[in-house]
């Protein structure tokens, strides 16, 4: 039992490390590779959100693009961060060192290196608000992961009743 509970935390960090990965690999585009992978996205849930998108004036298109492409790219950040918080969280839990504090400090802790990192990418820049997007995002996903656990915890207590 305890051989087949170290595997499955050995999983779950895992996953933490290839998301830390897949955020690292983001981060390591430079501004025009950053641009396209944004825009496409921003181009994709435009098409969502306004029927006929492909069909407005070039004019109007663009003027869409550029309002909603900082939203986007801002809640990119938020949802990554959300993400790996969870993922940590999930480890934490699995590896019994779960403290709420811990899955926010080690999000936060790799926004930190991750600003550093675009630093030096070129046409990228260091950015102390998407370190605190990034922050609020992890805030937020330990929070989702706290609930989510207290809910099974309810619902197990409840059966067992």
């Known amino acids: 039992m305890r051989n087949r509970?170290?595997?499955i935390t050995g999983?779950?960090?895992l996953a933490v490390a290839a998301w830390m990965v897949v955020i690292f690999l983001f981060s390591a585009q430079n501004d025009t590779q950053s641009g396209d992978t944004s825009g496409m996205v921003v181009r994709?849930?435009?098409s969502l959100l306004y029927r006929g998108f492909e069909d407005?004036?070039?004019e109007r298109q663009q003027a869409l693009l550029e309002a909603w492409h900082l939203v986007i790219r801002k809640g990119a950040h938020f949802t990554e961060y959300a993400v790996l918080a969870v993922l940590v969280a999930n480890a934490l839990?699995?590896?019994g060192k779960l403290r709420w504090y811990w899955p926010v400090v080690i999000s936060a802790a790799y926004a930190v290196t991750d600003e550093i990192h675009q630093y030096f990418v070129p046409g990228r820049a260091c950015r102390l608000l998407d370190v605190t997007i990034d922050t609020c995002g992890a805030i937020f996903g330990t929070a989702v992961f706290a609930?989510?656990?207290f809910l099974l915890n309810k619902r197990?207590?409840?059966t067992a009743q």
């Open 5 to 7: 509970r170290s595997r």
């Open 156 to 158: 197990h207590r409840k």
């Open 93 to 95: 839990r699995l590896w």
């Open 147 to 149: 609930l989510g656990l």
């Open 44 to 46: 994709w849930f435009l």
């Open 56 to 58: 407005f004036s070039p």
């Open 11 to 13: 999983i779950a960090w």
